[in-house]
């Protein structure tokens, strides 16, 4: 556990604008405090509704200590619960993806329905009352075929983001997408210094030129390109073909068109598409990139031809995990329609080269000489809302 009047010391020295203290980063009961207070009352991304096509079809996935289940029932809902027995405590699947006919916990076999109901157990305890000891459930919203959970009641309204963001994703139909490839990172870093790495482009100039040679990595506000006639001619041509350009955005999501660099038509090696059957035909269009973004823990872009998700799941206080995936048409197919080379190069790059930031960053915090730093106000736009949101559900966590 953590210790309240501790966590409110620290949050009291929190300085607006301002990386957080040290232990924010690095200290084991500050991580406690962030697993079991600030991200419990937060939505998660998951994944997509395409990894969970057919009944039976799971998702399993531990964010910080919580082990977490996604299940497609019987009944074609996608429901999400606490990857935890009912009996004594086990994690009933391990971590991955896979189809179950039942969900079958390892330790002494108690059986639950796709729906999370108790359906047997050998040798029951007398008098096992089962409507009484189904699977804990959480909370599960959809939104255009992205699966976001939340482990508490506390989470925000979803709401007010579907509503904003469905028409954005709309005409991409992820829902009918299936994922092309996916990956995993460890990171030796706190899990604020990935998601803060990954909410600006300062360094991306210097550190990502593969990324820069599609990317508008120098961008004015809110993904904008910093030449005005550009912008505008950008969001006249959206209009005509009826995107929404945006923003539109809430204290814990982003959601905003934009336009690539002169000439690109997707995120790739040379700007070009690495995908034959698109996402949104756009009949030659440069239709530049969608971002979709959520507190605590993703972001994703979606071009004409295929769709990113990154997403970071606390693994200790200072190890984290990335899971990127890359969405393509249902009827695309690898070899003929791409490769997987060519679809995930840019994004791969980029993850190892953020991987890197985020560990040298966290052990030059670790160090006694470490001291707050100013976000910079244009640059770190994002990073200051991420930080803002982080101190704002923190204070209310340790309030209660
Ligand atoms: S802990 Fe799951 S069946 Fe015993
Ligand atoms: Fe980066």
Redesign the pocket.
């Known amino acids: 556990m953590y210790n309240r009047n501790r966590v409110q010391e620290l949050l009291a020295d929190a300085k607006p604008g301002h990386t957080l203290p040290q232990p924010f980063y690095a200290d084991p009961e500050l991580y406690q405090f962030d697993v079991s207070a600030v991200l419990p009352r937060s939505w998660f991304m998951l994944g997509f509704e395409a990894e969970l096509a057919a009944p039976g079809s799971y998702l399993s996935l531990t964010i910080g200590p919580h082990p977490l289940l996604v299940v497609r029932g019987r009944d074609g809902v996608i429901r999400g619960f606490h990857n935890i027995?009912?009996?004594?405590?086990?994690q009933?699947c391990a971590e991955g993806a896979g189809t179950l006919a039942k969900i079958v916990?390892?330790?002494?076999?108690?059986t639950y329905e796709l729906d999370g109901r108790l359906a047997g157990?050998a040798r029951v305890p007398d008098g096992l009352d089962f409507a009484s000891h189904g699977l804990v459930p959480i909370r599960v919203e959809l939104l255009e075929g992205c699966i976001y959970a939340a482990l508490t009641d506390a989470a925000p309204d979803f709401a007010p983001f579907r509503e904003a963001a469905a028409p954005f994703l709309r005409p991409y139909g992820l829902a009918r997408a299936k994922l092309a490839y996916q990956s995993e990172l460890i990171e030796k870093a706190n899990w604020k210094l990935v998601m803060e790495n990954a909410r600006e482009c300062y360094h991306c100039a210097v550190w990502h030129p593969e990324l820069k040679v599609s990317f508008p990595v120098v961008f004015g506000q809110n993904f904008r390109v910093t030449d005005g006639a550009r912008n505008a001619d950008y969001v006249a041509q959206m209009q005509r073909l009826a995107l929404p350009v945006g923003p539109a955005q809430g204290s814990w999501w982003h959601v905003g068109r934009y336009p690539l660099n002169p000439g690109v038509h997707s995120v790739s090696m040379n700007g070009q598409e690495v995908v034959a059957k698109r996402l949104l035909e756009t009949h030659g269009a440069p239709i530049g990139g969608l971002r979709w973004a959520t507190e605590p823990n993703s972001f994703c872009h979606a071009f004409a031809d295929y769709a990113f998700m990154f997403a970071v799941v606390p693994v200790s206080p200072t190890e984290s995990r990335v899971i990127s995936k890359w969405l393509v048409a249902q009827d695309a197919q690898e070899g003929v329609d791409y490769t997987i080379d060519d679809l995930s190069a840019v994004w791969t790059r980029t993850n190892l080269q953020d991987r890197d930031l985020a560990e040298n960053n966290q052990r030059g915090i670790n160090g006694l000489g470490y001291r707050p730093g100013p976000y910079a106000q244009g640059a770190e736009e994002l990073v200051i809302r991420f930080n803002a949101w982080y101190r704002a559900t923190a204070a209310e966590s340790v309030r209660g």
């Open positions: 027995c009912r009996h004594r405590g086990a009933i916990c390892p330790y002494h076999r108690w157990a």
